[in-house]
């Protein structure tokens, strides 16, 4: 299903699919046509006042801001009595005084399939509250230089996921705007591969990303939340192969009425093919609803719906130094916390309730963690975050999930597992750029190669428990994690940084 189809959820609840068409692969712009509200009097209200009081009324009642520095945010694209204040709530995380040299709409096609990506290059985008600027020369750009970019007339002509955005971004920034609205019609993995490849270049503090899906289509109320729980869950490991592998175990898991998982999965893929492997970059699951808690609630099909954000560390990491040590309270809570998850999480699809009472400021503190998971020795899941947004505590919460889960080397940790798994944590320190391997302590640094979009991390533990040399610690990494071959570090960048590691088997003597 994700694979073929995609889908169009109106306020009716009638389920549209149109055949492909073909494609005009021109960037000439001889006579500019803007582009009319096609979702006016649909998705959102036609009239300018009642649309402006109805965007005012969502946005009251959206979360406020908790993530800085936000570069890009996964909206819905329902109508606004349904997802409305979810979709406010992912643009309140946007800075309103903040002047973007532009923003990039991408959301996947709901009505033709079509190879690569549609841009509209033919004017600018009409909504009740006024005109908004497309960068037409830069549309033309990405079009001229990338295959994978066309304009394709029938792409936008009916196309809501995009246009429902605008009416919101033009109420919440205070500086004009101009969007680059770019329309996903293919169902393949290359092809977004190719389109993050062309986009990433944009991927900065200049420029905002606002990418359109909505989650789950028509499972029951309950199904949908633990449903969609898993695909935010795909989405914020900021790994594309883990999210592919959510949605597929989605499709298969026999949820009633489930039609989809994600019906953006194209749009959202190929932000992951952008931001994987950048230890700078944090995917915040921000707020969820879905249509049944809407006024017009029917919980026997729903429609689910995510606000997430994803920032940037922009400044060097302040919360701790290479001095920074946990104490062994501190490093049992944390333990305690992976350990409760797992076993909640794998036996109910819940997160266990924290109760952060006398949490020390080492645990509330903002930092980068890796979760790993053995049994018998052996590695059985492993996956973190280099940097965070969210205090220490959550971070190990949600990588205790992400480690058990979403480790797209291992099938899930299975009910029955639970009590043979080891747990070990890594809490990282920040990451320092180096000049010379002279400055790479064997069995104290880490290490992140990177060179192009191609990255990959070794955590400081893997070199003693490898017993490798320096040259084989930095060639494994290149070849095996990076993807560059052996000899690849040579001319990539490479960073090192510390991890205070602690397992249940060294705090006390056994996991319990």
Known sequence: MRKIFSFLWLSTGILFFMPGCRCQNSVQNPELIDRPEAAAGKFYPADAE??????????????????????????????YEYSGIVAATSINQVDPDKEFENIFIIGSSHYTQFMGASIYNKGNYITPLGKVQVNIDLANKLIRDNPVFTFNPEADKNEH???????????????????????????????????????????NEKNLFVFSTDFSHYPPYQDAIVIDKKSCDGVVSNSPDNLLKVLDENEKSGVRNLATSMCGWTSILTLLYMTENDPDITISPIYY?????????DKSQVVGYWSIAISRNTTTVQNKSSEFNLSKNEKKELLSIARKTIEQYIRNHKSPSIDTIGFSSNLKMKSGAFVTLKEKGELRGCIGRFT??????????????ASSTQDSRFPPVDVKEIDKIEIEISVLSPMKKINSIDEIVMGKNGIYIKKGYLSGTFLPQVATETGWSKEDFLGHCARDKAGIGWNGWKDAEIYIYEAEVFSEQEINGHKD
């Open 50 to 79: 009642t649309l402006r009081k109805m965007v005012e009324s969502l946005f009251a009642n959206a979360k406020p801001q908790r993530i800085e520095h936000v570069m890009a945010i996964i909206c819905p694209h329902a109508g």
């Open 161 to 203: 996921s995009l246009e429902v955005q605008v009416p919101l971004l033009q109420y919440h920034l205070k500086k004009k705007f101009r969007i680059v609205p770019i329309v996903l019609g293919t169902q393949s993995t290359q092809s977004c591969k190719k389109i993050a490849h062309a986009l990433k270049p944009y991927l």
């Open 289 to 297: 609803r879905n249509s049944g808690d809407s006024r017009f609630a």
């Open 388 to 401: 965070s947004d969210e205090p220490l505590y959550v971070v190990i919460e949600e990588m205790a999930i």
